[in-house]
């Protein structure tokens, strides 16, 4: 309720107790908001008002039942869960048994309502195995049942066409355990009529189309309703809304879930395949007008199903048998009697099956465990009915209306006065009308209206419809709540018929028409009927129409009297037990979504007694809260009791209600409650609290602000120091590790250095290592960079002695390789030349080291700069190298400039154009060459004939070079001589001379006095 209270404006009220006035257009408008929004649950106070929403809506799924399951009841929006829920955890704690009303007109929902309620326990209760199977039984009793009782009709394509009360049996965990059905009234009458535009019972289509063709056969049957005269009287055979063939398979499955075994399944058709043949007996007439039956396809199969003698059957449609004193004498029927008496075998045998169906559930149902259990009953019961004819059917169901709001109006008024009882209030007679006075028109014994129907019923002579109403007329006369035309003023007497009587129920006046009334309250079967079904061999006629039935002499209990009891058993079942009620409205009688109608909701209101309903809950106090609730929601509103009461909840409310001024006349304070006399009352102080939730909002928000910042503050700060801790702490940590590490290491350098010198070492391998290590970094650092570096090499420590060596030798070698690979093909001829040189000069002649640095040319003098009658000379040989020489003359050794050419056989001694000397390689014997630094060479030249001119002495400023290219081109290197002191030579053949060497100031050459050629050169500085 208390969310009611927030959204009373925008969908209306939850709950109709807390309405201003108790109009029905107030109450009519509520209920159009919450159609409007779809809201089709408003409660009255504990009881659901239900309106029939013609569409799916999604309110009944298993998140939906979550989240009713254990909440207070008005803590969530209206729900039938709500109200199953709470019935069910009112039963677990105070163990005591509920039962739920579900009531409504003919469409209005009950039954949806009650399978609702049924599926929500079957998913709310705790479930093992055994327990599922109750479940499941339970859940399949419906189709079943639905498949045998129900019907379509004009109001309602799945119309229930008789009364149900559901026992469900729980044990003290809360589980379901086992079940019971109690049924009222069926309305047999169906089975053989239906008005236009309704059906059977839905079983004969449903097998009609849904039998296997091996089932139809063995039943004699068709598959074409058409055929069947029970099935076509309401020409609607097939129906949009409703599937028989599905429907079909779901009662064969559900029949077996109930634990049908093979016969019972196969006998319960029969019977209704029993019920379809019956209705095609036609009877003939004979000579004097009675009925006849000759060989009658048909009735032979009704017998054939019925397990009984065609023969006697016949009979028995044919004649009644009247028991005198000792004869049996047979009375014919007429044609019309033989129909009667067909569509009475009919009904009573379907009737029958139907009752013995409900058994053979419950005996499935039952649980044989003998331990205490609580019950919830679900009691899905037709509501008032008014039709524009009503007959008997009506007035027993508007009987039972009036037994159940007077049942309702006892348990309520029970209840509420034990409420006050409780909670210490005085109680106040509570304005309303009590329906006893018309229970008790119709039932009380003598001369209600029942008994006098009996009485004419029994009456012998000829008593008829209307002898039951002058009956009706003489006892009831004067009674406020009945009127007939004879009885009724003038006014009223043009609202009825003669043969009408109207009685003024609680929820208004119903006119009933007699006719009818006596056969349908008699029901008979002729004895001879039930004799013959006694001896059935289909099980379930034979158990329908048991001996007792027969033997016993007694009239039958007429039907009336029949469901007086049994509403009677039924208002003892339920006045033993809480009650929890489901009022059923329909919207619109064209079934369809979103439309309200308000004369229709209107007449429901009236006759559900919604009115006199809500009237009596709020006859005292519309609103009662425990203390604790109350103040708990309130408390904001009164400076006393916020933010906290420290004493009792009842003087804080007191306190608080005085706060808000509330008058004595408006409230009550019992012992654990508060009583609200006006829910106006309780609207303003709702619309205070609304109020005071703003600014309390803010403040509580600025307050949570303030705290959460702070404590996020606390937290951070807190936060930062931990973290600060734990760095310092590994830092710390590591430094000490690195220390530890350091000292370790240091250790070990000195005691490795202290044993370096070890053969093995053990300890100062590190030291070594790390020695290794440095020394090849020094050494990377400082690696000589050319290969004549040989002083620069890093000296190492002793125990790199050997590798430093080996080391050394390996990076020589890599300097020379690389050296090797950067020289050019040119240098590499020059230094082969040098490396010539070097072999015959190195250490011998003492101007040698000065020339190392000299390179060779190719040659000295180009062929230009040659005479060119010389080349032409010389054309056949190439010139290899030319030098220019002075020579010095064999006679007076007079220096002449000349230019020495070597070709590949002879060296040319050149005079300008003139070749003055050709000497053949062949012929050169040898050179020789001072081991001083002056330049002279002399060619030693074979010399056998006088005539040839003898050696060659010469003056060559490239002496190295020059020698060098000869000894390679003439391959003369073994032939170069480096003399000491003197160099002999033979001018002429057999004419020796010599040339002499010496040392001086000046460099010089001169023709000594001996006749010698003198050569005086400079003493090189050795380096
Ligand atoms: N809560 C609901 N939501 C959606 N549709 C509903 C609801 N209740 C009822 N209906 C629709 O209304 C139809 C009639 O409902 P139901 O059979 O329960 O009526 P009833 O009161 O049992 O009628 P009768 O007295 O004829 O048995 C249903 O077949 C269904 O289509
Ligand atoms: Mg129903």
Redesign the pocket.
Same mark, same amino acid.
């Given at each position: 309720m208390e969310g009611a209270l927030i959204a009373r404006d925008r969908v209306g009220l939850q709950d109709f107790v807390l309405l201003d006035e108790t109009t029905e257009t107030s109450f009519f408008n509520n209920l159009k908001k919450r159609f409007n929004g779809d809201l089709?649950y408003t409660y009255i106070g504990t009881l659901l008002v #239900?309106v *029939?929403? /013609? !569409?799916?809506?999604d309110i009944y799924t298993t998140k939906q039942m979550d989240l009713y399951m254990g909440v207070n009841f008005f803590e969530l929006p209206p729900h039938i869960y709500a109200l199953a829920d709470t019935a069910y955890h009112t039963m677990l704690t105070e163990f005591n048994n509920h039962f739920i009303l579900i009531s =409504?007109?003919?469409?209005? =929902?009950?039954?949806?309502?009650s399978k !609702?309620i049924l599926q929500y326990y079957a998913v709310s209760c705790p479930s093992t195995t055994l327990l599922d199977t109750v479940r499941d039984r339970m859940l399949m009793s419906n189709p079943v049942l639905e498949a045998f009782g *129900?019907a379509k009709?004009l109001? *309602?394509? *799945? #119309? #229930?066409r008789f009364g149900k009360y559901m026992d469900i049996q729980f044990d003290g965990q809360g589980d379901a355990v086992g079940g019971h059905i109690l049924n009222y009234l069926l309305e047999k009458s169906r089975v053989v009529h239906q008005n236009h535009g309704e059906r059977n019972f839905h079983i004969f289509y449903q097998l009609v189309e849904g039998g296997t063709d091996d089932l139809l056969q063995q039943l004699g049957l068709e598959r074409d309703c058409q055929h069947y005269y029970y099935l076509t009287q309401g020409e609607c055979a097939t129906v949009a809304s409703i599937n028989d063939k599905n429907d079909w398979k779901t009662v064969k499955n559900a029949l077996q879930v109930i634990d049908f075994d093979e016969s019972n399944i196969n006998q319960l058709f029969g019977v209704a395949a029993s019920v379809l043949h019956l209705g095609n007996v036609q009877f003939e007439c004979d000579s004097k007008g009675y009925a006849t039956l000759n060989n009658n396809a048909e009735l032979g199969w009704v017998s054939t199903l019925l397990g009984v003698n065609p023969q006697i059957l016949q009979e028995a449609l044919t004649y009644r048998k009247i028991e005198a004193k000792i004869d049996q004498v047979f009375s014919p029927f007429t044609i019309d009697h033989a129909i009667y008496v067909r569509d009475a075998l009919a009904k009573a045998i379907y009737g029958r099956t139907f009752t013995w169906l409900v058994n053979r559930i419950n005996e499935s149902l039952e649980n044989k465990d003998p331990s205490k259990k609580t019950v919830i009953g679900l009691l899905?019961i /037709?509501g008032f009915e008014v039709f524009y004819v009503n007959s008997f059917e009506q007035f027993c169901i508007n009987y039972c209306n009036e037994k159940l709001q007077q049942l309702f109006i006892q348990l309520t008024l029970k209840a509420e006065q034990e409420e006050y009882e409780a909670e210490g209030i005085e109680w106040e007679p509570v304005q309303f009308f009590n329906n006893k006075i018309i229970c008790d028109l119709v039932e009380e014994k003598h001369i209600g209206i029942i008994s006098i129907l009996d009485e004419e019923c029994l009456r012998p002579g000829s008593a008829t419809d209307l002898t039951f109403l002058e009956r009706l007329e003489e006892k009831m006369g004067s009674h406020p709540h009945f009127v007939t035309h004879k009885l009724a003023d003038k006014m009223t007497r043009k609202t009825l018929e003669r043969g009408d009587f109207r009685l003024l129920h609680y929820a208004g006046e119903v006119t009933y028409c007699v006719v009818g009334f006596l056969d349908k309250n008699n029901d008979l079967l002729y004895r001879n009927i039930k004799e013959l079904l006694c001896q059935s061999k289909n099980g379930i006629v034979r158990e329908c129409f048991s001996t007792m039935d027969t033997e016993s002499r007694r009239r039958p209990e007429t039907v009336a009297t029949q469901f007086k009891s049994s509403l009677l058993k039924l208002t003892e079942i339920l006045m033993a037990k809480e009650a929890w009620y489901v009022r059923?409205l329909k919207s619109n009688e064209t !079934?369809q979504p979103g439309r309200l109608d308000e004369t229709l909701i209107r007449h429901q209101v009236k006759y559900l007694g919604l009115m006199e309903h809500l009237r009596v809950r709020r006859a005292g106090f519309a609103y009662r809260r425990k203390y604790e609730t109350f103040l708990k929601r309130y408390k904001p509103l009164c400076p006393a009791t916020w933010p906290h009461w420290r004493g009792l909840p009842a003087d804080g409310v007191e306190v608080l209600v005085q706060h808000l001024g509330y008058l004595d006349t408006e409230y009550k304070m019992g012992r654990t409650k508060i009583f609200i006399r006006h829910a106006r009352t309780l609207f303003a102080t709702e619309d205070a609290f609304e109020r005071c939730k703003h600014e309390l909002a803010t403040r509580l928000q600025a307050k949570y602000k303030g705290y959460k910042a702070k404590g996020e503050f606390r937290k951070q700060k807190e936060a930062a120091t931990k973290i600060e801790n734990c760095w310092r702490g590994a830092q710390a940590r590591k430094e000490r590790e690195k220390r530890a590490w350091a000292v370790k290491v240091i250790k070990q350098f000195i005691k490795g250095y202290m044993t370096r010198g070890q053969a093995k070492p053990e300890d100062n391998s590190e030291y070594l290592a790390f020695v290794r290590q440095n020394y090849l970094n020094r050494l990377k650092q400082k690696l000589p960079k050319t290969v004549l570096d040989k002083t620069s090499w890093e000296s190492p420590p002793p125990v790199l002695t050997e590798s430093s060596a080996l080391l050394r030798a390996l990076h020589s070698r890599t300097m020379v390789r690389k050296y090797v690979r950067g020289i050019t093909p040119q240098r590499k001829a020059q230094l082969q030349l040098k490396s010539i040189t070097s072999t015959v000069f190195k250490g011998n002649k003492e101007s040698y080291p000065a020339s190392v640095a000299q390179p060779f040319v190719d040659t000295r003098i180009s062929e230009q700069d040659i005479d060119p009658r010389v080349l032409q000379m010389i054309r056949n040989e190439r010139i290899k190298y030319s030098v220019p020489v002075i020579k010095y003359d064999r006679n007076g050794f007079k220096p002449r400039p000349r230019q020495l050419i070597l070709t590949q056989t002879a060296a040319y001694v050149i005079d300008d154009a003139k070749v003055k000397q050709r000497i053949l390689y062949t012929s050169l014997k040898g050179v020789s060459v001072s081991n001083l630094s002056d330049d002279i060479i002399v060619f030693h030249i074979t010399c056998e004939d006088p005539k040839q001119k003898g050696d060659l002495v010469m003056q060559c400023d490239h002496l190295f070079e020059f020698l060098t290219k000869l000894s390679v081109i003439a391959n003369k290197q073994n032939a170069i001589k480096v003399v000491q002191g003197s160099i002999k030579i033979e001018i002429q053949a057999g004419k020796e001379c010599a040339v002499d060497f010496s040392t001086g100031q000046e460099p010089m050459a001169y023709k000594a006095k001996n006749g010698h050629l003198m050569v005086v050169s400079t003493r090189t500085r050795v380096r």
């Open positions: 089709i #239900s *029939n929403p /013609y !569409k799916e809506l =409504g007109e003919s469409g209005a =929902g009950k039954t949806e309502a !609702k *129900n009709t109001k *309602n394509d *799945n #119309s #229930s899905d /037709y059923c !079934k």
